[in-house]
């Protein structure tokens, strides 16, 4: 077969066409998709058995045996404490604690389910979200961490404090190395006894769409900027960036965090100041870092007067 990429004889447009086919499916594969957990329901416990220790449909434990309760009942009739709200997807929630007196952590997991996540793309990016807050229950106070991760890769998540004491929702970022992966959630190790609540399944709607402008501000490739005689005006689009993400651009702004508002229109003709370089994402209309926050300062100076003749000397024949 012949290589149509360097084949003179190969249409023109049809070498652009399937370059662009190439170009949206790798922008795809870079995009991240959200994916929503098992469902955490089931028959739960109802505060009066001696042991409990029910496990949702679809998951199973990985340390400990956690419970499958509802928000105001903890098993053995404990009351659950400094309780908050409801979380999205509302109904039964799992009840994980830490007693590193009694349960043997395993990946610094004390209590913890796993579940099995399956039809992934290899290399492609995913972000699982999950609910929790903590509470506590008899002896076990509010004090504890959640914990989650996919194959051997965990992370521990500390409480917002911007959640107020309720739900907060926490994602766990990771890119597939296997079309099928285990995921675990659950109680972080600690040194104390604690208790978190945790719930997880139909929340990725709830979720803003991710950005691909990212959290880093551009590496640009140069941080001052003079205009060029006979000129009186600053081009910022001559500085690059040498990070730009997939599927966003460079825009320019007079002020930071960067926004819609503070775009400049004309970043090719601007007079001197301190300019801010963002990326911009145009699908999900967001700019890189937080809240627009990622951004690289450009200190633009403009020399005067600009001699008329120019820079360039005259040609003679």
Known sequence: MKNIFFNSSAPKSFVFILFGILMLFSFKMNAQICLDLPDIQGTPCMGTETTCDATPTGWTPYVGTPDLTETNAAPTGAAITNYI?????????????????????????????????????????????????????????????????????????????????GWQTDQFTFTATATSMTFVMGMAAQGSNAAILIDAGNICSTIPP?????????????STLNNVCPATTADLTSITASNTPAGTSVTWHNATP????????????VNAGTFYAAFYDGVND????????????????????????????????
Do not use: H
């Not at 609910?131 to 509010?142: D, H």
């Not at 991710?210 to 140069?222: E, F, H, K």
């Not at 960067?258 to 003709?269: E, F, Q, T, V």
């Open 210 to 222: 991710a950005c691909n402008a990212s959290v880093t501000a551009p590496a640009l490739s140069a």
């Open 286 to 317: 967001c700019y890189s870092g937080v809240s627009g926050n990622g951004t690289t300062a450009v200190t633009v100076t403009i020399n005067t007067p600009c001699c008329g003749a120019g820079d360039t000397p005259p040609a003679f024949n």
């Open 258 to 269: 960067a926004s819609n508002a503070n775009k400049i229109a004309n970043a090719n003709s």
């Open 85 to 165: 709200g409801m979380p999205v997807s509302s109904g039964t929630v799992g009840l994980f604690i830490s007693s590193p007196g009694n349960i043997t952590s395993v990946n610094s997991f004390q209590e913890s389910w796993f579940t099995t996540l399956t039809g992934l793309t290899v290399g492609q990016q995913y972000t699982i979200p999950v609910e929790w807050q903590r509470i506590a229950v008899s002896t076990f106070s509010n004090g504890g961490n959640l914990r989650m991760g996919v194959g051997t890769t965990f992370q521990t998540y500390t409480v917002d404090p911007t959640a107020g004491g």
